[in-house]
C-alpha cells in the first residue's frame, strides 16, 4: 500500500515488488506470500521479502529484531537474499 504523498509505481516497480511478495521470506523461509520491506521509503528496487514475523512482529524488523539477531542478518544481506531467490 502506497500513502497519499507517495509517487506512482513505475511498471518495472511494480514487477519487481510482485516478484518479491511471491518469495518466501528471506529471514525464515516461511512460504509466500510475503511483505516488501522497503529498506528506504519510496525506493522500490530495494524491498526485502520478509513474512508478518520477521517483518512486524514483536520479534521482526519493526520490533526487537531478535530473529534477525539469531539469523545474524541485516537488511543489505537480506535485499542480497531477496534478489539471488528472484533473480538466481
Known amino acids: 500500500m502506497r500513502s497519499k504523498n507517495s509517487k506512482a509505481h513505475t511498471r518495472g516497480e511494480s514487477a519487481h515488488m510482485a516478484a518479491v511478495k511471491s518469495a518466501a ?6 512460504p509466500p506470500p510475503s511483505a516488501a520491506h ?6 522500490h528496487f530495494t524491498t ?3 513474512c508478518w514475523h520477521c517483518h512486524q512482529g514483536p520479534n521482526g524488523w519493526h520490533g526487537d529484531k531478535t530473529l ?10 537480506a535485499l542480497n537474499e531477496t534478489l539471488r531467490r528472484i533473480y538466481g
Open 25 to 30: 521470506c528471506v529471514v525464515c523461509n516461511a
Open 48 to 50: 526485502v521479502a520478509l
Open 38 to 43: 522497503h529498506i528506504q521509503q519510496g525506493d
Open 68 to 77: 534477525w539477531r539469531i539469523r545474524k542478518m541485516d537488511e543489505l544481506d
